[in-house]
């Protein structure tokens, strides 16, 4: 099968290309720059922007199924319009040419966060709606929302048969730019002043990419499907962090509105003074409140299954360490003798 794919050189896109290779689909790959793994892989690159629909169309062309993974984490909330830009009217332009060249199945790659964020410590399904009320303070959430609404609303008008896959926190191995992992890496910096007081879903990036590539075949179009590997309390991830680097978990406690009040007024500081605090106040914000998912829907349709939580936050931790060095904490060869090599 001729496969498109956007975001290839991502975290996820760089585990899922091998699987997609390795089956024998014939790939393609629309790229903003370089693409090496891809071309490795004997993968055609087409460079360009989403928004640029004569570059859309000329990457489409003669491709079955589509992969949309292309986008942009970012907290800040200062340029939303950038966000809905990317993630709104990208993935629309994207996919209404992919309607017009008579692609037969496209996947789009959201996040749990469309469903599954709450100040209560609750466990979302595909069945809950969207969180609007909490999400609209966050740029991104909000993007992926109107993303996620707008893709589906095209699969409705005009049978484009699409599909939505939401994996949580991605960890793992593989994340050169420091993106979904970047929470381990400032627990292993020592950037993070205060515990949490909500808590997180994550899922190994491997385990996420085999639910994408079971998609192609066993999605069914107009559904969603939540990809949560584990749930835990930010003081349970952190302490699993702690054991396995040697690196201590934040000790200070704060009541929830007090850890949010204390980093926008750091933030505050940090702009007067022209540098960057440990953590802004929309990622504090953040930490207050509870992304938990269910996944069983994935596991029953998919074949999703998520490996051991220990297996992938040493996985993690190792790769960041090998990749950008030592935090200066004790050894994590040394504090988990356990965990083999792959």
């Given at each position: 099968?001729?496969?498109?794919?956007?975001?290839?050189?991502?975290?996820?896109?760089?585990?899922?290309?091998?699987?997609?290779?390795?089956?024998?689909?014939?790939?393609?790959?629309?790229?903003?720059?370089?693409?090496?793994?891809?071309?490795?892989?004997?993968?055609?690159?087409?460079?360009?922007?989403?928004?640029?629909?004569?570059?859309?169309?000329?990457?489409?062309?003669?491709?079955?199924?589509?992969?949309?993974?292309?986008?942009?984490?970012?907290?800040?909330?200062?340029?939303?319009?950038?966000?809905?830009?990317?993630?709104?009217?990208?993935?629309?332009?994207?996919?209404?040419?992919?309607?017009?060249?008579?692609?037969?199945?496209?996947?789009?790659?959201?996040?749990?966060?469309?469903?599954?964020?709450?100040?209560?410590?609750?466990?979302?399904?595909?069945?809950?709606?969207?969180?609007?009320?909490?999400?609209?303070?966050?740029?991104?959430?909000?993007?992926?929302?109107?993303?996620?609404?707008?893709?589906?609303?095209?699969?409705?008008?005009?049978?484009?048969?699409?599909?939505?896959?939401?994996?949580?926190?991605?960890?793992?191995?593989?994340?050169?730019?420091?993106?979904?992992?970047?929470?381990?890496?400032?627990?292993?910096?020592?950037?993070?002043?205060?515990?949490?007081?909500?808590?997180?879903?994550?899922?190994?990036?491997?385990?996420?990419?085999?639910?994408?590539?079971?998609?192609?075949?066993?999605?069914?179009?107009?559904?969603?499907?939540?990809?949560?590997?584990?749930?835990?309390?930010?003081?349970?991830?952190?302490?699993?962090?702690?054991?396995?680097?040697?690196?201590?978990?934040?000790?200070?406690?704060?009541?929830?509105?007090?850890?949010?009040?204390?980093?926008?007024?750091l933030e505050k500081l940090h702009s007067w003074r022209g540098s960057e605090p440990d953590l802004d106040a929309a990622s504090v914000e953040m930490g207050e409140h509870f992304f938990y998912v269910d996944s069983a829907k994935a596991a029953r349709e998919l074949g999703f299954?998520?490996?051991?939580?220990?297996?992938?936050?040493?996985?993690?931790?190792?790769?960041?360490?090998?990749?950008?060095?030592?935090?200066?904490?004790?050894?994590?060869?040394?504090?988990?003798?356990?965990?083999?090599?792959?």
């Open positions: 099968m001729k496969i498109l794919l956007t975001g290839a050189t991502g975290f996820l896109g760089s585990h899922l290309l091998p699987l997609l290779a390795g089956s024998g689909h014939s790939l393609r790959v629309l790229a903003r720059g370089e693409a090496p793994v891809a071309e490795a892989l004997g993968a055609e690159v087409v460079r360009g922007a989403l928004q640029d629909r004569a570059v859309l169309r000329r990457a489409l062309d003669g491709v079955e199924a589509l992969y949309h993974l292309a986008g942009q984490v970012d907290f800040d909330p200062r340029d939303p319009a950038a966000l809905f830009d990317l993630h709104v009217q990208g993935t629309r332009a994207l996919l209404e040419e992919a309607h017009a060249a008579g692609v037969r199945r496209a996947i789009l790659a959201s996040s749990s966060g469309t469903i599954g964020i709450s100040r209560e410590e609750r466990v979302a399904t595909e069945e809950d709606d969207h969180p609007l009320a909490i999400a609209s303070r966050w740029p991104y959430y909000l993007s992926k929302i109107y993303q996620e609404k707008a893709a589906l609303r095209l699969h409705r008008d005009t049978g484009l048969p699409l599909l939505v896959l939401n994996p949580s926190l991605l960890l793992g191995p593989g994340d050169d730019r420091l993106g979904s992992t970047g929470v381990v890496w400032k627990l292993l910096q020592r950037r993070i002043p205060a515990m949490p007081g909500g808590g997180l879903s994550f899922v190994d990036v491997r385990d996420a990419a085999q639910a994408f590539a079971a998609a192609l075949a066993r999605g069914r179009p107009g559904e969603r499907y939540l990809l949560g590997g584990h749930n835990l309390s930010f003081a349970d991830f952190f302490g699993r962090l702690e054991r396995l680097s040697g690196v201590p978990a934040p000790r200070v406690r704060l009541p929830s509105q007090l850890n949010v009040a204390g980093a926008r007024l299954s998520a490996r051991d939580a220990q297996e992938t936050l040493f996985e993690t931790v190792r790769f960041l360490e090998e990749r950008f060095g030592r935090s200066g904490a004790a050894s994590w060869r040394a504090t988990s003798p356990r965990l083999p090599r792959p």
